[in-house]
């Protein structure tokens, strides 16, 4: 029997179990990365594909399977998945972007402990026999300040952490945020620098933040202050921070995420950084917690299977959104994407009011160039009705729940 839903690279049985309650099955897991051909092949008559980061969803791969309804993105980024070749065949993209930020928040505190502790050194010193029983250079983390640079879900979850441990929180975003506890917002990057004794950062990776830690922005520092990495590779100069490491400007840094990272397990990792044993390494594993792992599986198989069988295609990354309420006894659902040009939701109307039915609920959200109605109906589809809304000008695709 085709699977309806196909997960790929050991995805967690959490996200098998929320598609079969919700009543999508069979539901076949794999536990690898399929390439694109086999990728293909696999996917005849599938309707939804889960995958994380190592399965590359090309536009071969989209136009080469006609019967694919959405792909879910089992992790937080979708650079994986060609989006545009996606909206063009009006496939939603769903991703987890929260169930993994308090793994990272409580790494990111154990990480500012221990560069308090200068334990990276001495984890060092002791592989090389060592025993440097001192307590210079070792601070606590009560009453230190801490800078938050990006106050969204990461950033205001180390906020709430650092905050119960008595550390004096400090943060800067670009947008307006609600601070948690007694945390301050500061008005500039550099007034934060200045500051703080930690600056972690929680950004993400654009135009602007790319290269945000430079040599001017370590030289702002305070002499010895530490800094934290758990957000992306190519937000900080890493030459620039190594020779800050080097002289003593910086005191300690913590990073998860590197501007080149290996692709596999067999490519050795290499960083200028490896000279300095005042370096907390972490392979990118910022987020990668069990915990994470399944509350990742059970939300991004949610948001697939309640497309399925609802239409709804609330926090899609790349297509328009409804968030539909349930469908009532006796009502048909009507879904509808297509070009947003001028006539279509007329051509919808027209085509429900030939077939003599009546909209009783009716939401149409549009983006990029994409519409998507969903128009809940009183009564039967009937074929004429399926064949009519297909010919509508612009439409991508439409679909009846019944
Ligand atoms: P988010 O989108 O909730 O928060 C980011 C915050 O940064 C927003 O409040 C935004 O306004 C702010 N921001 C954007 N540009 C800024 C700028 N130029 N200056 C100051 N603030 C700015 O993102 P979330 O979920 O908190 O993730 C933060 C970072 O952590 C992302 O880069 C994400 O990719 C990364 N991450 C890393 C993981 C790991 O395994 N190491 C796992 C999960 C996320």
Do not use: C
Request: charged letters at 20%; glycine letters at 10%; aromatic letters at 4%.
């Amino acid at each position: 029997m085709t699977p309806q839903a196909l997960l790929a690279e050991s995805i967690h049985p959490a996200a098998a179990k929320a598609l079969e309650a919700l009543g999508v099955t069979p539901v076949e897991r794999l536990k690898v990365a399929l390439p694109e051909d086999e990728l293909i092949e696999k996917l005849k008559g599938v309707k939804l594909l889960g995958i994380r980061s190592r399965t590359k969803v090309t536009k071969a791969t989209i136009e080469g399977a006609p019967g694919l309804y959405a792909i879910g993105s089992f992790g937080i980024g979708t650079n994986q998945i060609d989006l545009d070749a996606a909206s063009a065949k009006g496939i939603p993209v769903f991703n987890a972007p929260f169930a993994n930020s308090r793994s990272v928040a409580e790494l990111t505190i154990s990480a500012a402990v221990s560069l308090l502790r200068r334990m990276p050194e001495k984890n060092v010193e002791m592989r090389a026999g060592g025993w440097g029983k001192s307590a210079a250079g070792a601070y606590e983390a009560r009453a230190k300040k801490l800078g938050i640079v990006g106050y969204g879900n990461i950033g205001s979850q180390v906020s709430v952490l650092a905050s119960a441990m008595g550390m004096h929180v400090y943060y800067y975003d670009i947008e307006p945020k609600l601070a948690h506890g007694n945390a301050r917002a500061v008005a500039s990057l550099d007034e934060l620098l200045e500051l703080s004794d930690i600056v972690t950062l929680h950004t993400p990776s654009t135009p602007a933040t790319r290269g945000m830690i430079d040599a001017g922005a370590l030289a702002k520092m305070k002499k010895g202050a530490n800094i934290i990495n758990y957000a992306r590779g190519d937000l900080i100069d890493i030459d620039a921070l190594s020779e800050a490491l080097g002289s003593g400007q910086v005191g300690g840094a913590a990073i998860d995420v590197f501007p080149v990272e290996p692709a596999s397990k067999d490519e050795a990792f290499d960083s200028p950084l490896l000279a300095h044993k005042n370096v907390l390494f972490s392979p990118h594993i910022g987020g990668s917690t069990q915990e994470a792992q399944e509350a990742i599986g059970a939300e991004v198989a949610d948001k697939l299977a309640r497309f399925l069988t609802e239409g709804a295609t609330a926090h899609s990354v790349n297509f328009p959104q409804i968030l539909p309420s349930s469908r009532k006894l006796g009502v048909t659902r009507i879904l509808h994407a297509h070009q947003n040009v001028t006539g279509v939701l007329r051509g919808i109307n027209d085509a429900v009011s030939d077939a003599g039915l009546n909209t009783a609920a009716q939401s149409l959200a549009t983006r990029d160039g994409i519409g998507y109605v969903i128009a809940d109906v009183e009564g039967a589809a009937t074929d004429s009705l399926r064949a009519d809304l297909e010919k509508v000008d612009g439409t991508i695709w439409t679909r009846i729940i019944e």
